[in-house]
Nanobody
Framework: QVQLVESGGGLVQAGRSHRLSCVVSGSKFSIGLMGWYRQAPGKQRELVATITATGSATYADSVLGRFTISRDNAKNTAYLQMNSLKPEDTAVYYC??????????WGRGTQVTVSS
């Protein structure tokens, strides 16, 4: 059974940096695209960043230049480095991963709260 476990959430002051991690375990197949999404209270889940197995990344406009997604394929782990955090970055952050199995996989999320 494939499991994604996010870690690193917490309370951070605005302007500071923070890093999230996501470990994928239990997959019989290679992990391809990985991504980070977030959902703020009362809002829909939105894409934050994605990264392919070869390291090509895309970002939402709201985080471009502040957040960096990376991954360690040997460890089946993705990271989200968040710099210059803003109160509007407060959300539950979810990790996703895809293999040849249709549908993809999701973690349970980790809360990031940015105080002003």
């Amino acid at each position: 059974q494939v499991q994604l476990v996010e870690s690193g959430g917490g309370l951070v002051q605005a302007g500071r940096s923070h890093r999230l991690s996501c470990v994928v375990s239990g997959s019989k197949f290679s992990i391809g695209l990985m991504g980070w999404y977030r959902q703020a209270p009362g809002k829909q889940r939105e894409l934050v960043a994605t990264i392919t197995a070869t390291g090509s990344a895309t970002y939402a406009d709201s985080v471009l230049g502040r957040f960096t997604i990376s991954r360690d394929n040997a460890k089946n782990t993705a990271y989200l480095q968040m710099n210059s955090l803003k109160p509007e970055d407060t959300a539950v952050y979810y990790c996703s991963a895809h293999s040849i199995v249709p549908g993809g996989f999701w973690g349970r999320g980790t809360q990031v709260t940015v105080s002003s």
